[in-house]
Nanobody, 127 residues
């Protein structure tokens, strides 16, 4: 069993920044990919970014490219999402997820691929 714990959400003004963290514990030695998803009120959960654990290959939703950056620290089994120039439309609950199976990074956009999920952290962008 793997547990994922997110932190770092909060309130921020447009143009501001936040850094989300997600630590994995338990049988996490088999991590292949970790992803970030988000869900805004009344909308479906959507892919934001992902990172392949071994070689650190990354993949992003088009609308966050150039603003968000995903990274990982293998030593402490933690993935980060640095979010810059946040906009109102980035308001959502952000979830991290872990995939234990080796796959192409482009398949990381599918939420069904992931085996474990965090509890979510709220990000609110407001003036």
């Amino acid at each position: 069993q793997v547990q994922l714990v997110e932190s770092g959400g909060g309130l921020v003004q447009p143009g501001g920044s936040l850094r989300l963290s997600c630590g994995a514990s338990g049988h996490s030695s088999r991590i292949e990919t970790m992803g970030w998803f988000r869900q805004a009120p009344g909308k479906e959960r959507e892919f934001v970014a992902a990172i392949r654990w071994s070689e650190s290959t990354t993949y992003y939703k088009d609308s966050v490219k150039g603003r968000f950056s995903v990274s990982r620290d293998k030593n402490i089994n933690t993935v980060y999402l640095q979010m810059n120039n946040l906009q109102h439309e980035d308001t959502a609950v952000y979830y991290c997820a872990l995939d234990l199976s080796p796959r192409l990074i482009t398949s990381s956009i599918r939420s069904a691929r992931y085996d474990y999920w965090g509890q979510g952290t709220q990000v609110t962008v407001t003036s």
